[in-house]
């Protein structure tokens, strides 16, 4: 079998090729450069992770070739971002770059010559009556298949994971006997195409600042001042600068340029019970035609923890309604749906309203 493998440096991506090579593989390494060398804001340093990558491929005697892809990020996961926050929303890049560029781009212009492509997502594909289907990873604190729910059947039908199965633990354990050169490496924490920038750097570049006032809402006092709706998310609790918190953003006034927070733990306005999705996409099927009330499990951030509720069709979409409180429901975000058993990973929908 001819494997393409997605490298990044990192730790997860190394142990990849290790396993392949065990398993009697000899994969194409590919690493994806996104970062802008002409730009100082955008520049993601790379050379490291290159060289990480480099050495991984000459360890295992695989071909190593980069692919510069700064171009379609810009063109497709940046430009949705800024477009996103400059209508106030909560966009998550991650999703984006997955669908749209590792398993969007990367397989038009390279993954198309190679009978698979492997990577080190937290994830599993699970085969059922003729069909693949997204599965989640052993390892519930590192599961990635939210940030995977908008790919396709096509797309994950030609994917593996191949550390999918085991814990974060031990992948470090067989990077650890192997003697990978990534093996200690720190996890990235920068989101997909902005690597170790500064998100409300990146932010400023392109919106700018706006002074306008953050607002009480339970009694309309102002309570201080902020430097643009665009830096901000409903459900946010540090970053506003008050005293005397904890204070939470609860909604924003786009045209108005207003940030409206309240007070407290525990406050009734920071949380809801539902909320509605439009364009939710089916991974590889719809497996609810008509839903009426379909008992699932779903996500609305990145957490190891699946909330149990209920799916409707509605006119514009699906209305999820939780069986719990939810904090911080922010649409733009993706909500993310499970079965019942939180083994397989349906689709996602934009949330539009809670």
């Not at 340029?257 to 509605?276: C, M, P, R, T």
């Not at 590889?284 to 409707?312: D, S």
Request: glycine share 10%.
């Amino acid at each position: 079998m001819n494997i393409a493998s997605l490298i990044s440096g990192g730790v997860d991506s190394s142990v990849v090729v290790h396993l392949l090579k065990e398993a009697g593989y000899d994969p194409t390494l590919f690493y994806i450069k996104i970062g802008m060398d002409d730009d100082e804001l955008l520049h993601c340093s790379s050379e490291e992770d290159i060289e990480m990558a480099s050495l991984i491929a000459h360890k295992y005697g695989c071909k190593f070739e980069i692919v510069d892809l700064h171009q379609d990020y810009w063109d497709n996961v940046v430009a949705y971002t800024i477009d996103k926050v400059r209508k106030g929303f909560t966009p998550n890049p991650d999703v984006m770059c997955n669908k749209l560029i590792k398993f969007g781009v990367f397989e038009q212009k390279t993954g198309k010559y190679f009978d698979k492509t492997a990577t080190g997502h937290y994830a599993t594909t699970i085969e059922q009556e003729g069909k693949t289907y997204l599965g989640t990873a052993k390892d519930p604190v590192k599961d990635q298949t939210d940030f995977l729910a908008q790919i396709s059947h096509l797309q994950v039908s030609k994917l593996m994971f191949p550390i999918g199965h085991l814990m974060k633990s031990e992948v470090r354990k067989i990077a650890e006997i192997a003697n990978l050169p990534s093996a200690k490496r720190n996890d990235s924490q920068g989101i997909c195409f902005l690597g170790k920038v500064n998100y409300n750097d990146f932010i400023r570049r392109y919106l700018g600042e706006k002074e306008g006032p953050i607002v009480e809402l339970e009694t309309g006092k102002i309570l201080g001042k902020h430097k643009g709706y665009w830096f901000h998310t409903v459900g946010q609790r540090k970053g506003l600068g008050l005293s005397g918190g904890p204070w939470y953003v609860i909604r924003k006034d786009i045209d108005a340029n207003i940030v409206w927070a309240s007070k407290g733990y525990d406050v009734e306005a920071a949380y809801g019970n539902a909320f509605s999705m439009k364009d939710f996409h089916f991974i590889t099927e719809n497996p609810w035609h008509e839903a009426e009330n379909v008992k699932i499990t779903f996500k609305i951030r990145h957490t190891p923890e699946f909330t149990r509720g209920t799916i409707l069709k509605t006119p514009e979409g699906y209305r999820i309604v939780s069986s719990e409180m939810l904090q911080g429901i922010a649409p733009g975000q993706f909500g993310v749906v499970y079965d019942i058993d939180q083994k397989i990973c349906i689709g996602s929908g934009e949330i539009i309203s809670a």
